[in-house]
């Protein structure tokens, strides 16, 4: 029997979450969305028959749904994750996982209780290239990860000015959490080591310079909220001697935007890069994945040969929960990683807010 899965939220990722599902055999059986007209073009747009105004008519009546997708603004990431779970339905969330820690700590606390998966899109872990430095990784060819750096640097990225994603009650930040992307691979990378200490600087120049917006993002909203950061700076330290470099904006002056992971092992180095025609827009991209090694005592950088993946590991990401699911495939991401990714987070503000470095341990 087909894995039935309940979408919530029409927000863009369906665009991914709706066919990776159905690739690994999952059925969609209803969408809730309280938008009306958003209701009705996705319900269309994805062939979705059965819709709802909200997420507990469709729990209620579905008793059937195994598991949920929430695409949803973050603010409501946690109390719909609740519910679904204490309907005893396996989860599949957007990222962040929440606003801050101590609300994933809440959800991770519910999926232990229902005994139901709790997975995360973190997809970059699903693309074709962190397969593949996962390979080399975990077969000891990179050996110990000392350092790496995670950047998602966007020059003019920010997705609108007083919606849901500049207002921080709403969102729980800026790039910071809406880029988190990078720094859950480099820690993915690492082996998620427990964290010591985390400095880091916000700075907030640009966050209401309509010359800094993206391609990309929700309307403008007159009167809004913009009390989120435009940029950050940041370190950890790692209770192992490990070390990252953080860095993320969504409005800087820097010449393009980056999105990378490189790191620096004790037998290899490695990069993770995508690198776009026009900045932010997927479509124009070009993926990059490289080791940097020494063999018969020279230097050799390593280019990796891969399938390019538009939707940056979107789909397969989605695939890997109905796989998880079915017990075909380890899930992709554990809810104690992305508490510790939280943790590391509301670090990253707290330490930008005191201006002192916080320690985690
Ligand atoms: N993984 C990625 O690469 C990626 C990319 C973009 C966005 N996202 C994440 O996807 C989520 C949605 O972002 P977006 O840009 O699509 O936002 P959006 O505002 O465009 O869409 C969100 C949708 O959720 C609906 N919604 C609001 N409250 C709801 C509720 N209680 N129940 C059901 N639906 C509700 C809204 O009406 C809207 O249609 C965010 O968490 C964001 O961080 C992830």
Known sequence: M???????????????H????????????????????????????YSVKETYADEDEMLAKRKDIDAVSIITPNRFHMPIAVKALRAGKHVFCEKPPALNAVETQTMVDEAGKAGKLLQFNFNNRAR????????????????????AQAVWARRSGIPGFGGWFTTKGMSGGGPVIDLLHMLDLAIYFMD?????????????????????????????????????????HGFVRFKTGQVLFLRSSWAEMTEREV?????????????????????????????????????????????????QDESMGRLRSARNFVAAIEGKEAPLNTP???????????????SAARGQPIQLA
């Open 18 to 45: 709706i066919p990776g599902f159905r690739s690994g055999g999952a059925e969609i059986v209803a969408l809730a969305e309280p938008v009306p007209d958003a209701r009705a073009k996705a319900s269309k747009t």
């Open 192 to 232: 998620y080591p427990e964290p010591d200490f985390v400095l880091a600087q916000t700075f907030r120049d640009f966050i209401d310079d309509r010359a800094f917006r993206g391609p990309w993002g929700i309307p403008d909203v007159a009167g809004g909220a913009t009390d989120v950061e435009s940029a950050c």
């Open 336 to 350: 104690d990683q992305a508490l510790k990714l939280m943790r590391i987070v509301d670090a990253v503000y707290a």
């Open 128 to 147: 074709p290239e962190a397969y593949a430095l996962m390979e080399y990784i975990r077969s000891g060819e990179v050996g110990k990860i000392n350092s």
């Open 259 to 307: 999105v990378s992971v490189n790191f620096q092992g004790t037998k290899a180095g490695g990069l993770i890069e995508r690198v776009f025609g026009r900045d932010g827009l997927d479509a124009t991209s070009v993926d990059r994945c490289e080791l940097f090694t020494v063999e018969h005592g020279r230097h050799v950088n390593r280019s990796l040969i891969l399938p």
């Open 2 to 16: 087909s894995v039935k899965i309940g979408i919530i939220g029409a927000g863009g990722m369906a665009r991914y």
